[in-house]
Each structure stands twice: as structure tokens, then as C-alpha cells.
């Protein structure tokens, strides 16, 4: 069975603050998303990365994948309380319908 | 508008109740997925549908029964249900490269 562990679990920071959330397994994946979920709604694709070292940025929001594609790392520069929500990685083997959701990082932003 | 409309988004019923999930996509997706979110678990795939039929049942118990009449359409019944069941049922269509759309979930608590 595949593992995706996410760290920190939780997350409390200040607005304005730096924040990175881990995305790691001892398994490849062909790629790896990055979901968010806000209380009371179901999860939003963020990015996809695909290639290992490759690096996405979405404004304030910064994907890497490893290199061995097996491990990934979201940062996110100056925090904002829109950013508050639950962060999953979710990594994609063989074929497109396998997704294995990491254990999902709930950050919290306060002004 | 999530693309992807669950209904109920609230259920509560007693262990002998019989009730069913709704999930309605028109995004010309091919596959839909039914997945569970339970507190401090990760995301649990359930089933699998391509093109109507199921290509995956992640050992879920009988008491849990899908249905999928056609590609924008997926049923979840519910019949002698668990407390332990109470969760958050989430549908999902995919995407040709792979990546999911969730709908806003239905919140079950089985009493």
C-alpha cells in the first residue's frame, strides 16, 4: 500500500508569515497534485507537477516535485487568511485512476 | 458553481434507514469516483466508474452500494449503515490528463 505523509499535520501562522508543507513517500509517481479544501467544500486543484525537479509557481503558492518523484514541497510566501484550508498531495502511479491522497496538512492564517 | 453537484449536501439517518447519494456532472468527464473523508484520516477511495462501468471497489463493505446509469450520473445507496460511517462522501469526476474535480460533498451522520 501506498503512503503519502504530509508535515506538519497542522499549521497556525500569522498573516505575512513563510510557510512550507511536505509531501513524502517511499514510492515513484508518474506526477503529483496538489489539492486545497476549505471547510464545507470539496477539494481544488492547485497544480500538477509532472517532471522530477520541476518547479510551479502560482502567485504566492511554489511546487516542487523531487527528483526522484518521490517527494513534494508547497511554500508559500507571505501568508494570507485566504490561504487557511487543508492542503493534500495526491500522487498518480500507472494508470490516470490511481490517486493516492496524502494525510493532508490543515493550515491555519490569522490576521 | 463546482461543475460537480452533490445532493444531499446534509444527510442524517439511523441505522436501518435506506437513503442515496446524488452526484451530477456535465463537464464531459468519462470517470467518476466516490471517495470518504473521515477526521483525521486521509481521503479514502471508494469506487471507480469508466464510461458507466465499475473498474474499481476498494474493498468497501455491501452496505454500500454504487450506481452509475450514465457518464454524468453517480449514485451511492446507503442501507444498513454504521455510526462509524457518519463521514464525508465526496464525488468526483476526472479529467482526460488525470487530474480530479470534486464536488462540495455530502456530510452523512448515521445515528
Known amino acids: 500500500t501506498q503512503l503519502l505523509e504530509q508535515s506538519p499535520q497542522f499549521l497556525s501562522i500569522q498573516e505575512g508569515e513563510n510557510l512550507t508543507v511536505y509531501c513524502n513517500s517511499s514510492?515513484?509517481?508518474?506526477?503529483l497534485q496538489w489539492y486545497r479544501q476549505e471547510p464545507g467544500e470539496g477539494p481544488v486543484l492547485l497544480v500538477t507537477v509532472v517532471t522530477g525537479g520541476e518547479v510551479k509557481k502560482l502567485k504566492r503558492l511554489t511546487f516542487q516535485f523531487g527528483d526522484a518523484r518521490k517527494d513534494s514541497s508547497l511554500h508559500i510566501t507571505a501568508a494570507q487568511t485566504g490561504d487557511t484550508g487543508l492542503y493534500l498531495c495526491a500522487g498518480v502511479t500507472g494508470t490516470a485512476s490511481k490517486l493516492t491522497f496524502g494525510t493532508g496538512t490543515r493550515l491555519q492564517v490569522t490576521l | 458553481e463546482t461543475g460537480v453537484t452533490q445532493t444531499p449536501r446534509h444527510l442524517v439517518m439511523g441505522m436501518t434507514n435506506k437513503k442515496s447519494l446524488k452526484c451530477e456532472q456535465h463537464?464531459?468527464?468519462?470517470?467518476m469516483y466516490w471517495y470518504k473523508q473521515s477526521a483525521k484520516k486521509p481521503l479514502e477511495l471508494m469506487f471507480v466508474?469508466?464510461?458507466?462501468?465499475?473498474?474499481e471497489n476498494n474493498s468497501v463493505p455491501s452496505r454500500f452500494s454504487p450506481e452509475c446509469p450514465n457518464s454524468s450520473h453517480l449514485f451511492l445507496h446507503l442501507h444498513t449503515l454504521q455510526p462509524e460511517d457518519s463521514a464525508l462522501y465526496l464525488c468526483?469526476?476526472?479529467?482526460?490528463?488525470?487530474?480530479?474535480?470534486f464536488g462540495e460533498g455530502s456530510r452523512l451522520t448515521v445515528l
Open positions: 514510492s515513484v509517481f508518474s506526477s
Open positions: 463537464l464531459g468527464h468519462n470517470a
Open positions: 466508474y469508466n464510461f458507466k462501468e465499475q473498474t
Open positions: 468526483a469526476s476526472r479529467m482526460n490528463t488525470g487530474e480530479l474535480f
